[in-house]
C-alpha cells in the first residue's frame, strides 16, 4: 500500500540532545499527524498540522506542515529516557478518501541515559 | 480526553477458528472507524474503513470475506477473522474518528493475536 518516506529508520543519542525525523511524500495531504508508539501499544497522538506552513509545539516537541503539503518535520529538545519508541507520521486525505491516514515507516528512537 | 477501547487484548487460537475483535470509543461518537494491521518491527496498514450503518470499505488486497467488519452503532466497530491461519497472526489496531473534534483519529490499544 502507500506509504510516506519517514527518516531516519532509527536513532541512538544520548539523553538531553535534540532530536529530528522527518516525512516526505510524493502526494499532497490536507493534514499531517505525529503519533508515538510504545511496544505493544496503540499509537498515541502528539501533534496535528492542519495547514501549509504551520509549526505547532507540544512541550519539547515541535512540528510544522511543509509548505508544499508534501513534508513535515518533527523535533524533539532535551530528550529523556521517557522518549524511547517508535515515533511514525501520518498524512490525512480528504475529497472521498474517508480521511484515512496513510503511514510513514516509523523512526525508532532509543535513548541512552 | 477521546479513549478507544479494543477487546480482547490478545488472543490465541487454533487454525481454521474465528476470532472476533471489539472496538468501542467510549466517551465520543464515531461515525467512522478504521482497522490497521502491524507486523513486527514495521508500520501500521489500513485494512478498512468502517462507516456506522453501511459496508466497510477494504483496500486493495484485503479480502472482506476473511476480515468481516460490523459497525453497528456510533460506537461500536467488531472485525471477525475467519477461518484464520497463522499468517493472520499479528497486532489488529482500530481508531475511531471523532467528527466533533477537528475529525481527529484516535487509536485502540491494539489486540495481539496469535494463530496456532
Known amino acids: 500500500g502507500q506509504q510516506l518516506n519517514q527518516s531516519p529508520q532509527s536513532m541512538f543519542i544520548q539523553e538531553g540532545e535534540d532530536v529530528s525525523m522527518n516525512c516526505t511524500s510524493s502526494?499532497?495531504?490536507?493534514?499531517w499527524l505525529w503519533y508515538k508508539q510504545d511496544p505493544g501499544e496503540g499509537p498515541v497522538l502528539l501533534i496535528a498540522?492542519?495547514?501549509?506552513?504551520e509549526l505547532t509545539s507540544n512541550g519539547r516537541l515541535t512540528a510544522q506542515f511543509g509548505i508544499t503539503r508534501k513534508d513535515s518535520f518533527l523535533n524533539i529538545s532535551a530528550s529523556i529516557p521517557s522518549d524511547v519508541g517508535i515515533y511514525f507520521c501520518?498524512?490525512?486525505?480528504?475529497?472521498?478518501?474517508?480521511?484515512?491516514?496513510?503511514f510513514g515507516q516509523g523512526t525508532e528512537l532509543s535513548v541512552k541515559p | 480526553g477521546a479513549v478507544v477501547s479494543q477487546h480482547p487484548s490478545w488472543v490465541i487460537c487454533k487454525s481454521g477458528t474465528s476470532v472476533k475483535i471489539e472496538c468501542r470509543s467510549l466517551?465520543?461518537?464515531?461515525?467512522?472507524m478504521f482497522w490497521y494491521r502491524q507486523f513486527p518491527k514495521q508500520s501500521l496498514m489500513l485494512m478498512a474503513t468502517?462507516?456506522?450503518?453501511?459496508?466497510?470499505?477494504?483496500e486493495q488486497g484485503v479480502e472482506k470475506d476473511k476480515f468481516l467488519i460490523n459497525h453497528a452503532s456510533l460506537t461500536l466497530s467488531t472485525l471477525t477473522v475467519t477461518s484464520a491461519h497463522p499468517e493472520d497472526s499479528s497486532f489488529y489496531i482500530c481508531?475511531?474518528?471523532?467528527?466533533?473534534?477537528?475529525?481527529?483519529?484516535?487509536f485502540g490499544p491494539g489486540t495481539r493475536l496469535t494463530v496456532l
Open positions: 498540522l492542519y495547514k501549509a506552513g
Open positions: 502526494s499532497i495531504f490536507n493534514t
Open positions: 501520518a498524512g490525512q486525505l480528504w475529497y472521498n478518501q474517508g480521511g484515512k491516514l496513510i
Open positions: 466517551d465520543f461518537q464515531a461515525t467512522t
Open positions: 468502517s462507516n456506522e450503518g453501511s459496508k466497510a470499505t477494504y
Open positions: 481508531s475511531a474518528r471523532d467528527a466533533d473534534s477537528t475529525d481527529t483519529q484516535y
